[in-house]
T-cell receptor, first 112, second 116 residues
Framework: DGGITQSPKYLFRKEGQNVTLSCEQN?????MYWYRQDPGQGLRLIYY???????QKGDIAEGYSVSREKKESFPLTVTSAQKNPTAFYLC???????????FGQGTRLTVV | AQSVTQLDSQVPVFEEAPVELRCNYS??????LFWYVQYPNQGLQLLLK??????LVKGINGFEAEFNKSQTSFHLRKPSVHISDTAEYFC??????????????FGEGTQLTVNP
């Protein structure tokens, strides 16, 4: 079945450590996105990528980094510079000029 | 720039009652409109979308929404809810002029709780 796989589902890290969240899709989509979800704030766009080896900052990119070395993969690194990293992170993909985004199941990151 | 406002953060209803979840948007250009549903600790699932044409859009699980351009609204409705409809619902817009695919702007979400 085609879809988006995020791993791990739950992740715990100590403050000051970088952590990388995985996102893999087999939908053959060119565009991929990372959103952050906090209670009562909806989803906010962190980074997006329309094509391999290219990506753009979203609304809240500070403290995050991404790479897009393969069409299928769009990992997100939460760096120690992110002041409030504890959140639910959602990855999505779409065709570049498509109108529907498909979402993964999310990764809940807790920093202690 | 676009923005989305979901007018109710929580909506409690009894089973088999009708429900309306309200969404207003602001944009300087034409938009696509979406409703997504999220169950606890899950990703988002598309309920329905408005792209063009008929302003009444039907989606999955018996939900429908009506696009009102003059009021810049896209309210979600269901005539009779079930316990299983308990979830968080998100309204979202995508700028038609946006070239980066489905870059979505989301509302804050509405928690629908269906009580027996």
């Amino acid at each position: 079945d085609g879809g988006i796989t995020q791993s791990p589902k739950y992740l715990f890290r100590k403050e000051g450590q970088n952590v990388t969240l995985s996102c893999e899709q087999n939908l053959n989509h060119d565009a991929m996105y990372w959103y952050r979800q906090d209670p009562g704030q909806g989803l906010r766009l962190i980074y997006y990528s329309q094509i391999v080896n290219d990506f753009q900052k979203g609304d809240i990119a500070e403290g995050y980094s991404v790479s897009r070395e393969k069409k299928e993969s769009f990992p997100l690194t939460v760096t120690s510079a992110q002041k409030n990293p504890t959140a639910f992170y959602l990855c999505a993909s779409s065709i570049v000029k498509g109108v529907e985004a498909f979402f993964g199941q999310g990764t809940r990151l807790t920093v202690v | 720039a676009q923005s989305v406002t979901q007018l109710d953060s929580q909506v409690p209803v009894f089973e088999e009652a009708p429900v309306e979840l309200r969404c207003n948007y602001s944009s300087s250009v034409s938009v696509y409109l979406f409703w997504y549903v999220q169950y606890p600790n899950q990703g988002l699932q598309l309920l329905l979308k408005y792209l063009s044409g008929s302003t009444l859009v039907k989606g999955i699980n018996g939900f429908e929404a009506e696009f009102n351009k003059s009021q810049t609204s896209f309210h979600l409705r269901k005539p009779s809810v079930h316990i299983s409809d308990t979830a968080e619902y998100f309204c979202a817009v995508s700028d038609l002029a946006e070239t980066s695919g489905s870059r979505l702007t989301f509302g804050e979400g509405t928690q629908l709780t269906v009580n027996p």
